[in-house]
């Protein structure tokens, strides 16, 4: 009887429901991310990055275990990425990917670290509601699960930000506990894995106005760990002191004030409204609810949500301006919405809650008193109220996560398959003299390249900026040619670049068209994918003009015998 009294108490404890909660949402997370991977057999999602980072990090396993320093970069040499120049700003990134890289498939490898650390940003912001005793902790995990679309398509992506939000939820958490010099680890750790990181400054920085406004009181520890660890961090790096150019080189042609110098990606450049709004409803429905049920009426218990208002806030206002945030502002969304509405949840926003808190204090023993029976059975009527809105509203995330998952897999089944581009490739790593340079024609074919063909050196990649920042001119060449402003590109390619080969898609119809009637290229590869052209040493004659007949189909001659006279 002792041992099932006890262990039905230790069943029915908050400590065990938690951790139950904790198991089934990392469950339940754990299949989204799962099934969202595997709706492509490319490494995730569209972007072509992951092959790199992914590349990039076997061959930082296979320096370490042969005792050497970091590999040289020698990809990318008509770039800041050069041989003297580059620089890892994701090498701890890389370091996590590492035990991934111990399978003989990457692509397989790059799958299961990506569904594992989206996986754990996701899991990381419902851990914050469910550890500050959020009510109803399960809605808001399908609120962070139905918030975007677009965030569950690049947190699948084997790239690094799913990191930038787990240190952050970290920080917040260690904010609100007080505890100030474990933010120098972190901020150290931060440094080393992603150049994100002036988003934990900015969140420290949000917490001293918060303590200024509710505490009357200059809190400056935070502000002064998180610098140093990110000294130590920017400093105690084994690109120093390179990376502090780099940081300033990708602050400068990130934040442009009078457009960019290069054509970039698309994640570049805003949502229109429509997409906008459409795309992330529910992070969009969450900011709203958030503005609406923040009470600053009392301070001190105000600074938790004041704080996620201000990370939420200038986190959206950054998505406004450039897609590729929508992989930070929705959870945070979802997490501004859910601390604003906990005292409404816990029922201890009332009349009572405006007076001051030495007043609560005072009346505290009069108020206990008044825990009737009626009292008791109007408590339970609106615990049935709320359970109820709460599962009516359970119900409508629902049914938007089931359209995001539906969008989302649509999309990421979009992607080119994994051996895009691995015909040409390969044809290039058996036939073409290796280190040679090859004119890609488009820079963001590169990872692809390097993942399939690393005995090769290529003109652009990784970034059009790169290029652009070591030789603008060249960057200009580059991009007329490539769209086909340039009619003889042969020898410019051989001159200026230093190339015999050149690599380009299928869809570079004014580039290819301008090569071929040159009379400078010849076709040494083909597929219905990618083709490599080979630089002829002298030109030749261009390909004959098909014959064009005139006139309507319905006026030209019928072959066969001429008629009898």
Known sequence: MKTSAKFSKLFNSETTVRFLELCGAAIVIGLVFWNLQFQTNAICCGDFDGYYHMKWSRMLWESIRSQQSPPLFVWLPLTTLDVNHYVDHHFLFHIFQIPFTWFSDLRMAAKI??????????????????????????????????????????????????????????????????????????????????????????????????????????????????????????????????????????????????????????????????????????????????????????????????????????????????????????????????????????????????????????????????????????????????????????????????????????????SEPHKYYQGGAQWMRTNVTPHEIVFNTDWDDFPRLFYFDETHKYVSGLDPNYLFNKDPQLSRLYERITKGDESDPGPLIRQRFRARYVFTDNGHDRFYNNAIESGWFEIVYEDEECTVLRILDQKGEPPPEELELEGEPDDLPIPGPSPSP
């Open 113 to 414: 670290s990506s569904a594992l650390f989206g996986g754990l940003a996701v899991f990381s912001c419902y851990w914050l509601m469910v550890h500050f005793r959020i009510r109803y902790s399960l809605v808001w995990l399908v609120a962070l699960l139905a918030c975007s679309a677009p965030f569950l398509y690049r947190m699948n992506m084997a790239k690094a930000p799913p990191f930038a939000i787990i240190y952050l939820i970290i920080a917040i958490v260690l904010l609100f506990k007080q505890k100030f010099w474990p933010l120098l680890i972190l901020a150290f750790l931060f440094t080393l894995t992603y150049d994100m990181f002036p988003f934990l400054f900015a969140t420290v920085i949000f917490w001293v106005a918060v303590i200024a406004w509710s505490e009357r009181r200059l809190e400056w520890r935070p502000v002064v760990w998180v610098a140093i660890g990110i000294a130590l961090g920017l400093v105690i790096n084994p690109y120093f002191p390179k990376n502090l150019l780099m940081l300033y080189q990708h602050i400068r042609m990130k934040i442009p004030f009078a457009g960019y110098d290069v054509s970039v990606g698309g994640e570049w450049y805003p949502y229109n409204t429509v997409e906008f709004l459409g795309n992330s409803f529910i992070a969009v429905v969450a900011m709203v609810v958030g503005y609406l049920a923040f009470d600053p009426s009392d301070r001190k218990r105000a600074h938790h949500s004041l704080l996620m208002m201000l990370v939420a806030t200038s986190l959206m206002i950054i998505n406004l301006v450039w897609k590729r945030f929508s992989e930070y502002w929705p959870p945070f969304a979802v997490l501004f919405a859910a601390f604003s509405l906990q005292p409404w949840l816990n029922g201890s926003r009332s009349i009572f809650t405006r007076l001051p808190s030495d007043i609560l204090v005072e009346l505290e023993p009069f108020l206990d008193r008044e825990d009737s029976a009626e009292v008791s059975r109007e408590k339970d009527r609106k615990e049935l109220w709320g359970m109820s809105i709460a599962a009516a509203v359970a119900v409508v995330l629902g049914l938007v996560l089931f359209l995001n998952l539906r969008y989302t897999a649509r999309e990421i089944a979009q």
